[in-house]
């Protein structure tokens, strides 16, 4: 294989109705740079490799990879573990980008270890488009704690989109995307790539659209696996910043522990959890008397309504009127839906750290 500037790594997994926009808008770069695209099938059901299969016989820089179906985490790291260049990107199967992705950020002499944008979520059924910027930015320092500062904006830690690593990076500290994990795996991979960089740019511009679809039964769908991501989440953040623990930092580790750990609880009322009454009461007792959950009980900013019954909750460490309390309010949300979120709109003032 040849050498390149940039490989582009799409994972693929039945996304055939979005493929061609998500590929013609990667081969319409505005850009000088030597890049390639990996394509990676991963055991598709529909004809996805078919149309992978088209446009490598169009295109010299299009390389195809067919695998078992095993994840999305396996596919990139079966790109990773065949990529010939100096930087890496990853771009969903599903979403697509403009024509200055990539000049926008790799338009530099100097070199980072990390690049970064903003990006642009599209509500498909809503038809809404909201802008997840982050400041402009450049740091290089060996003083990490600096740089973690600016990871706190918005949307870095938690996906591998609208940024370029460097492959040097990853291969010397075996950083891979882990395959235990259906959701929470970007997370994991850029706490440990974090770990490893003293300097990156970042951009407040938005050149990368990342396509939400069927959000209400994404939101609403009990996860089982979701317990070991939180787990594996945390660890990492709490990795991540051990060493930089100044007031803002603690500040932004409770609220992460907070909203992991609400999830942890909401999710258990999602539709489709077959969990008994006694499982979950078992659950709800671990997650409440969690001793970091406590310890940053008072410190974490979360005050709209919903935020002040799970921390009053976690401080009558009860976990039987914990589920009698939730069980109510995902049946009014469930049954009784126009009622709850009139009462809902009525009573939250989301308030953004």
């Not at 030597?34 to 529909?46: A, M, Q």
């Not at 149309?51 to 994840?71: D, L, P, S």
């Not at 990076?169 to 003293?198: A, W």
Request: glycine letters at 2%; hydrophobic letters at 35%.
């Amino acid at each position: 294989m040849n050498y390149y500037d940039l490989t582009i790594i799409v994972p693929i997994y039945n996304a055939a109705p979005y493929l061609n926009q998500c590929i013609d808008s990667l081969l319409n770069q505005q850009t000088n740079l030597n890049y390639c695209i990996f394509l990676i099938n991963d055991g598709s059901l529909d004809h996805s490799l078919d149309i992978c299969n088209t446009y490598k016989k169009q295109h010299q820089n299009i390389y195809v990879f067919n695998k078992e179906n095993k994840g999305t985490s396996t596919a990139k790291n079966l790109g990773l573990d065949n990529a010939n260049s100096k930087y890496i990107m990853f771009v969903d199967s599903d979403d697509y980008v403009d024509e200055k992705y990539i000049s926008s950020l790799l338009n530099d002499k100097e070199y980072y270890d990390l690049y970064c944008a903003g990006y642009s979520i599209v509500y498909e059924k809503q038809g809404t488009i909201i802008n997840n910027l982050i400041p402009n930015c450049i740091k290089k320092n060996k003083d990490t704690s600096k740089l973690l500062e600016m990871f706190k904006s918005e949307g870095i830690l938690n996906v591998d989109i609208s940024k370029i690593y460097l492959l040097e990076i990853i291969n010397k500290h075996q950083i891979r995307f882990p395959t235990d994990m259906s959701t929470g795996e970007d997370l994991v991979f850029n706490c440990n790539y974090f770990l490893h960089i003293h300097s990156f740019k970042t951009l407040k511009e938005s050149h990368y659209y990342y396509i939400r679809r069927d959000i209400e039964s994404l939101v609403n769908s009990y996860k089982p696996t979701l317990f070991k991501m939180v787990e594996k989440c945390l660890d990492s953040i709490d990795t991540l910043y051990e060493n930089n623990t100044n007031k803002n930092n603690i500040r932004y580790l409770a609220n992460i522990h907070f909203d992991y750990r609400f999830t942890e609880l909401t999710n258990l009322f999602r539709r489709k959890c077959d969990l008994s009454n006694r499982d979950k009461l078992e659950i709800i007792k671990v997650i409440i008397s969690n001793e970091k959950l406590n310890k940053y009980l008072d410190i974490s900013t979360r005050n709209d309504k919903l935020s002040n019954i799970f921390k009053w909750s976690i401080k009558q460490n009860n976990p039987l009127l914990t589920l009698l309390i939730y069980k109510i309010l995902f049946f009014l949300r469930y049954r009784l839906s126009h009622l709850y979120y009139y009462l809902r709109n009525k009573l939250i003032l989301i308030e953004k750290d």
